[in-house]
């Protein structure tokens, strides 16, 4: 196995997400309409899971493959949100 | 196959069996092709003493285009179905056109409770009528069916109508049907609803528009 | 009866890909419970959108604690991957002091989340109370038993570095942290489906 | 490259019998557990025939069976046919016994998972097994589970027994999850030194391909599981209207993966089929590589069709074109198949034993299942034949022959290389005609039934007027049901007998090409003298350069390899 390999500065990137949450509980009470809001949290919800996964899981560092492996499934639960949207949030 | 198809009476059934036909012709070419070519090379290519098989891979395009050309027939074929069908699926079960009649049909274990509006046409007056397993409908007119369940997922099948369409709890589907010919069909549930599933039925009678008015005077007689 | 077999000691021996064989199969796993919470996230988002009043009821969340459970999780991801670090310097205190950190941090979350539902249930709001309650034992209570089988691996793990089990294997640390990363990604979408959409309306 | 100690040791019984990490034990353990269950679901399969021919008398060796009892027929038929047979035999038994093998590997990449996962089906089996004898029988909602009938025990009267039928689900997903990463993590990184993905034997392919599908549809599922299993214990209401809870949903899940489900037990059908093929055609297959990427076409594709079984469910109208084109179009990429299956056979020098003939069945099965699919496929005439015997025939014939007839074609293959035995040649081919007649003789008129709009699940035909003219359709299915579960008789004596009897068989008994016939038969634990060094593709049959038919991945003879 390699040992050589690249940590990034990890104690940084904590201090990012920590900065990120209180900002997103910091929106809530913003004066802003309800779409920007959700927008903002669930932006920095997605900055912060891509965060964690590109450091901490290292991610920055994998093969190519191993991108498919986390994103592909993505892909296909996001399908089944789309099918899921007309027949279960609008009927 | 499709002679063993129930009489078709609705004014929408003939399009619905006429993809029928249409997909059974295509599939039936196939079949005779596939099977007929598989015969064929296992007669032909039986092992015989001092013959040896052909070496080809099959991977180059021009090679590969034996069986990427048939395909690519698959696919047209493939796209004819789903257009003619797309038009046929629009007409059973896109928008219901104008209705002379709205019925609403409520299934529960094991019974369908057919609920008419009365001659005031609307639904939750005095004058509403419900009949337990029999649906009264005039010929030849556009009859709209509003589906609901008391309990679990029945599915309303007319099966000489061509017309099936799942009743859920919780929801409130539209269907509909014109029927072309008098008569008595059954009514039976299509979707697994427990032990009483198997004879849940229900009958559909289609009268001549002069015995349809009796029977409606006879129902509300003060109308 | 018995028989001779002859072992095969070198079956991890080739890795054709290039990726170590354990993380490979970590990362199948992972790409599983991708689609799992991706369709039980989808099932409660789309029921949300589907019926009204849940803001009322997803008001009665406590943010500040579901805040501090998330600074918890947040911190134990980083304790995980310090652990790792040190795995990879060969530094055995290092991944002792922080994998007993983050197995800390990980029972910490769960012993608020547990008072946290303890004060719902004695408010009243039980699963059954109502569908957006349904959808928030589930996916906590699903999120929860992860992090518990989470706290149990790195326990394990702990152990055995305590033991002095882990020296030449200390990839272990690396897969064990996929997982618990994976577990904090999930919680960073919980949070603000759960404790924050709510303020501004919505539905 | 290292090759690994080789150490001579002695195990206990049960390290070699019971709790084995060799995969090829854990194969046969999987075989086991599915030849069990197939003789329950075949059981059950004559005693519903039996229902529908003659309803409401007794079944001869049984009784009595109505109504209630035959939903909780058709339930556990369906339930222990996809989840407890065509996985275990098809994935379990095939797919671990023949991945390292084929890819000259020493074992499974995590060989104590892999008994983990073994053992976990067991435990699913036994809880299985329980559910028929807890109060209230079996479950009875259908092998789909639809709620709200199956998220409230009034509904069906069943208490336990769909209980227990969801946590031998969940731990039966939960088992194959586990193999899943085995099957996965094997190809990719155990292959032997030489043997590129695109030298890779096509039913590893088709493995790699199922234990994807399963795993990436799988999940949602689950999560839709314990919804179902908090609905009928703790009193939610995920799937009840009355509760603000949608029944759609459940449908949704259970078809996102229960569509994927079906390429799950396909493709590794599909793929012994294609391993066959070559061998006894002396030939190449036609079109490796196209076959590859429409594996790969076929699997992105089967993500996008799974409403198709809910057309009429209710489910908005407007999502039924875009799923009925995505359905039909499907069949585009499994045509390719078809036609290089048929194209490996012109110009070959065929020979017809058994496997070979179950191959050939599978490919003459499997089409019919394939065309009298893009009827169901086809929005519209889906209206009438939706829940129609239309329906039950057309996926009997699609996996009926990716189970039984591929699972027996590879079962009389790779039977000398399993068991060190031949199997008896007049037996197997007996055992294939009156399979391959009597299963048509089933399910053909069964298309009769189904165009004649007879509904699925019910219990009684005769209880319908428009349904009663049909009844002889009924009866003669019933009859050719028992005589074949009757004509599965010599394939148990042949399987017993040349277990201990049978023939000893050589290495390579049909002269086939891939690695798994380089070891010795049966191989031992750790499978290979010295791990192989591969220098071409699988089917290098009949090449010109060599004097033999066959041409052996791992034979350093030839001076220019053939990539």
Redo the contacts between chains.
Sequence with gaps: MARERVHPNYVGVWLWLVALLIASVGVTTLPVPTGVALFLIFGMAVVKAVLVALNYMHLKFEHLLIYAMAIVPLVIFFVLWLVLYPDIALH | MFRWLPEMVSTYGGDIDSMMYLIYYIVGAWFLLTYGATALFLILYRRREGRRATYIEGNSLREAAWILVPCLIVLVLDLWIDFRGGEVWAKVKGRVPQSDLGIQVTAKQFNWEMLYPGPDGKFGTGDDLQFENELHVPVNKVIRVTLKSKDVIHSFFLPHLRLKQDAVPGRAIEAWFQATKPGRYEIPCAELCGFGHSGMNGFLIVHPADEYERWVKEHWPSS | ?????????????????????G???V??????????????I??F???R???GGWSEMAAHLS?PIG?IN??VL??S??T???AF?AA?KGDQRGIRTWLLLTVLLGLTFLIIKGFEWRSEIGAGFT??A??FW??YY?MTG?HGLHVLAGVVINFLLFLSALMGLLRGRE?RVELA??YW??V??VW??L??LLY??W????H | MSEGVKVEERMSFFRTYVFSIDHKMIAKQYLAIGLFWAIVGGLLAYLLRWQLAYPDTEAPGWGFIGPEFYNMLVTMHGTIMVFFVAMPILLGAFGNFLIPLMVGARDMAFPRLNMLSVWTLALSSLVLLISFFVPGGAASAGWTGYPPLSAKPIYTGVNWGLNLWILALALEFASFLMGGVNFLTTPINLRALGLSMFRLPLLIWMQMTAAILFMLSVGPLIAGAVMLLLDRVAGTSFYLPEGGGDPILWQHLFWFFGHPEVYVILMPGLGIVLEIFPVFSRKPIFGYRPIIYSTIAAAILSFTVWAHHQFISGMDPRLAMPFSITTIIISVPFALMVFAMIATLWGGSISFPTPMLFALGTLAIFLIGGLTGIFNGSAPVDIYIHDTYFVVAHFHYTLFSALFFAGFAGLYFWFPKMFGRMMNEALGKLHFWLTFLLFNAIFIPMFLLGAGGMMRRIANPMQYEFLQPLQPLNAFATIATIFLLLAQLPFVVNFFWSLFAGKVAERNPWHANTLEWSAPSPPPHGNFDTVPVVYRGPYEYSHPSVSEEWLPQDRPTMPTATA
């Design positions: 009866m018995a028989q001779t077999h002859v072992v095969a000691t070198g079956a991890e021996a080739r890795v054709a890909s290039g990726i170590a064989t993380k490979m199969g990362w199948w796993f992972l790409a599983s419970e991708i689609v799992l919470f991706g369709g039980l989808g099932a988002v789309m029921s959108l589907g019926s943010v805040t998330t600074f947040l911190t991801s980083l995980m991957v310090l670090a990879d699963p059954m109502s569908n349904s959808f589930t699903l990839h942290g996929l990363h994976f904090d990604v960073i979408f949070f603000p924050l959409s303020s501004k309306g919505g």
